[in-house]
């Protein structure tokens, strides 16, 4: 198994590229910075940027499944989700890739905010409105595209550890819980989903 990670310096992607060689899986990262990521006989360097189509290409090329983990700080008119998932689709047409590119996004991105908690939309609503909107046009994208696309939309990340025991719930409905999720765990999730695809073309949730 062959997976290339964008955004793996940090967060998600980092624990997803551990888990992944533990399982003795290769694994091509693509990020800016590398100085987090261990050496291992398994794990392929490439230093570029999600938003380059060129450095996208090269990342996913030959590979067996997509993780795409970035995030950004930046709260204020971010266009980093939409412009990598342009550049994505540009690489995917060029290279004709039909292998699964999953994406975490977040819960009460689009049409999942009015399920959310109170709590989670007074966040979104206040302080990530604009990372949310930018969410929404990636998604938006991804799907009117001809990808094997899945959106992983977890519930509150934390840094607690990898426990395997999580729910997924792929439509939303009232009444839904949607609480916490560790990145350890949102990884175990995306790995285990690159091996063996559910969700293709689908929203996915991911909580306790």
Do not use: C
Not at 93 to 122: C, H, M, Q, W
Not at 190 to 206: D, F, G, S, T
Request: without cysteine.
């Amino acid at each position: 198994m062959h997976i290339a990670i964008i955004g793996a310096s940090r967060g998600v992607g980092y624990e997803a590229t551990l888990l992944a060689l533990n399982k003795g899986y290769i694994v091509t990262v693509l990020s800016s910075h590398h100085e987090t990521l261990p050496d291992n006989k398994n794990l392929i360097k490439i230093k570029g940027s999600a938003t380059n189509p060129k450095d996208v290409a090269t990342a996913i090329k030959d590979t067996d499944a997509v993780l795409i983990t970035i995030g950004t700080q930046q709260k204020k008119n971010t266009t980093l989700f939409s412009s990598m998932a342009k550049s994505v689709v540009t690489a995917w047409e060029e290279l004709y890739y039909d292998k699964p590119i999953l994406v975490v996004s977040g819960f009460g991105v689009g049409k999942g905010y009015p399920y959310a908690n109170l709590f989670t939309r007074l966040v979104i609503r206040f302080f990530l409105k604009d990372q949310y909107k930018d969410k929404e046009l990636m998604e938006e994208i991804f799907a009117n595209s001809r990808s094997n696309w899945e959106m992983v939309q977890p519930g509150m990340l934390t840094n607690t550890p990898l426990t395997s025991s999580y729910k997924t719930f792929s439509s939303f409905f009232k009444g839904m819980r949607v609480g916490k999720i560790s990145r350890a765990d949102l990884a175990d999730f995306m790995i285990k989903e690159a091996v063996n695809p559910q969700y293709r073309n689908k929203k996915v949730v991911v909580t306790y």
